[in-house]
């Protein structure tokens, strides 16, 4: 992927000390940006041609989960698709699905793969691929129902793909540690390792009940950055923030440091209110090596999506200093 265009940006707020700030225009995509979507969250961006492209998760009036393309010039300002995904096959003849929600995408090699939690006989992780965001090719299901938050890797590891994932159950999952897997095609995954586990309660009660892999794994200096999302079941219900976690360079079955404290937990008024209140759900992260900046993209309370940004070297270094 060689364009290198200008990501979203806006400058620390002069009031604050956060190391993660929220953007002054939140939430940058509103619950009704196309005419049949009830919310529009939990969605998926990455650099395409002379702007950005990005795969949405719209639920519409009925309360269907899909994901739809869209396209942007600046990352903030985007148009949608009014009509959901249709996939082709791909590395198989089976591209059934009940339901789709909560993509993530990245670019490998020469496309852009696409993965997303897939109703087939309950969630697993469903993975396609595009060359150009208008034609998708569906491939094998990643692993056996029960699973959510498929997350891939942006390069091989020893020459296999790599895969971030949660095995869970067919609810709303009151359990859930982070777990990796590989393949050497994209179609067969085994190895699979227990990469990160809940937080004991009195240590990091945030991340106390499920967590699971949010953005894409990002090679920085220290090792793969990850930001990913933790949950607590308080008296009034699931709460879910965001944190961060830098795996080794060469092993990423290494966890070696993860935020103790979150980097962001619902606060706004839009996270605190919505389909699903108290909600802060990280999925897709673009990166300025050059002046240090990483802008977040996140669902807000299971109904619009916002962004915030923050200095990798300012992440890099808190992670390091408050791990758990």
């Known amino acids: 992927m060689s364009q290198k265009v200008q990501i979203p940006w806006e400058n620390r707020p002069e009031n604050s000390s956060e190391v993660m700030w929220r ?10 940006s196309i005419p049949s979507s009830n919310s529009i969250f939990n969605s998926a961006v990455v650099p395409f041609e002379d702007g950005f492209a990005g795969v949405f998760r719209c639920d519409n009036k009925a309360v269907q989960m899909n994901i739809f393309a869209g ?3 600046d990352g903030k300002n985007w148009k949608i698709n009014h009509e959901p995904i249709q996939m082709k096959a791909g590395n198989t003849s089976m591209i ?3 339901y789709k929600y909560d ?3 990245v670019y490998i090699e020469d496309r852009y793969w696409v993965t997303w ?3 087939y006989h ?3 992780i469903g993975i396609a691929y595009t060359f150009d965001f208008k034609e998708f090719f569906q491939c094998e299901n990643a692993f056996l129902p029960f699973n959510r938050n498929g997350v891939l890797f942006p390069q091989k590891i020893d020459g296999k793909y790599a895969m971030l994932s949660r095995p869970s159950d067919n609810g709303h999952t009151p359990f859930g540690d982070i777990y990796i897997s590989f393949s050497p095609d994209m179609k067969y995954w085994g190895e699979h390792r227990c990469l990160m586990k809940v937080a004991p309660f009195d240590q990091s009660a945030w991340q106390c ?3 699971g892999a949010g953005t894409v794994p990002y090679l920085t200096k220290e090792g793969w950055l990850m930001f990913y999302h933790g949950v607590i079941n308080t008296c009034n219900g699931f709460r879910y923030s965001m944190g961060a976690a830098i795996l080794d360079e060469a092993d990423p079955t290494k966890v070696l440091y993860r935020t103790k404290p979150y980097l962001l937990a619902p606060a706004a008024p839009y996270e605190l209110a919505g389909d699903v209140p108290n909600v802060v759900f990280p999925c897709a992260a673009l990166f300025d090596d050059e002046k240090d900046q990483v802008a977040v993209y996140y669902g807000a309370a299971d109904t619009s999506v916002a962004m915030a ?4 070297s300012e992440i890099l270094e808190f992670i390091k200093n408050n791990s758990l």
């Not at 953007?23 to 009704?32: E, G, K, L």
């Not at 940004?309 to 990798?312: A, P, V």
């Open 23 to 32: 953007s002054q225009n939140n939430p940058i995509i509103s619950r009704y």
């Open 71 to 73: 396209f942007s010039k």
């Open 96 to 98: 059934d699905s009940d």
């Open 103 to 105: 993509p993530r995408v």
């Open 117 to 119: 939690c897939n109703g």
């Open 122 to 124: 309950g969630p697993t």
């Open 209 to 211: 009940t499920k967590i």
């Open 309 to 312: 940004f923050g200095h990798i």
